[in-house]
């Protein structure tokens, strides 16, 4: 379900960054909701990474599970609302966010939304192609590296949030900022061979089984990512109940209102 914008403008496929809400863009609370806008806080670092992002010729979708609507903690316009106030609040900082998706139904909805199964994307995709290729699924739990598996994407984890909670196999960041520095910079460039810009992501990392396009630059394919069919904890409905980590130095923190 789409909660931003309300058109989105026809064109050919482009290189897009799908990123997490929760625990990658935004503080995310083990055990809780969020379930008002005044409950979202943006971490600090999160307006410098979409900029940096958007500056490297990538387009900027959120892919997100709400299952807390489903669950009654809120109604589909308080989800809306708060993924508006996302666009908003990083919107005062400098930074865009191209488009927001969310999932609104609980995990025995069966639906195909609900990461990681690839709904979004392909809801997304139906709106604006992404140039699969050149694209990559950024997060901070197994279900959006599953979800990356499951689209053929790039996947990446960030180990805010929950991420260090993932069991991954990805290539892992410290935060988004982090990643967004790695990332190759395709501004500017006439779209050439997939496999040129690919061969740029850093090397000497972690990828996932799966993770598509694979090159000789990969290294280990398969380390520690869950067997096809096996489903990771977030995945079973288990979303909230790990315990929280303090951050780690340097880590992102979340951004402290103004008086
Ligand atoms: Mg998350
Ligand atoms: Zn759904």
């Known amino acids: 379900m789409r909660a931003w914008p309300p058109k989105v403008r026809k064109g050919p496929a482009v290189p897009t960054a799908f990123l997490d809400r929760d625990g990658t863009l935004n503080r995310d609370r083990a055990g809780t909701y969020i379930t008002r806008p005044s409950q979202l806080k943006l971490y600090a670092g999160a307006a410098a990474a979409l900029k940096l992002i958007s500056a490297k010729g990538y387009r900027i979708v ?18 809306r609302a708060i993924n ?29 939304c609900r990461k990681p199964s690839a709904g979004l994307i392909k809801e997304a995709a139906g709106d604006r192609p992404a140039d699969m290729p050149r694209s990559f699924m950024a997060g901070d739990k197994d279900c959006d590296l599953l979800l990356a598996r499951n689209a053929g994407l790039r996947g990446f984890l960030v180990l805010t949030g929950q991420g260090r909670s993932a069991s991954a196999g990805a290539p892992a960041y410290r935060d988004l900022l982090a990643l967004a520095r790695a990332l190759p910079d395709l501004a500017g460039k006439a779209a050439g061979p997939a496999l040129r810009v690919t061969t740029q992501f850093p090397r000497g990392v972690r990828v996932g089984r799966g993770f598509a396009p694979r090159t000789p630059e990969d290294g280990n394919p398969c380390v520690g990512f869950p067997p096809p069919g096996g489903a990771p904890p977030s995945a079973r409905g288990s979303r909230n109940k790990t315990p929280a980590t303090p951050p780690l130095p340097g880590q992102l923190q979340p951004k402290r209102k103004r008086p």
């Open 84 to 112: 508006l106030e996302l666009v908003r609040g990083l919107r005062r900082e400098g930074a865009r966010i191209d488009a927001v998706y969310f999932c609104p139904h609980g995990p025995d909805g069966n639906c195909p």
């Open 62 to 79: 959120v892919l997100t599970n709400q299952s807390g609507v489903a669950r009654g903690y809120m109604t589909l316009a308080a989800s």
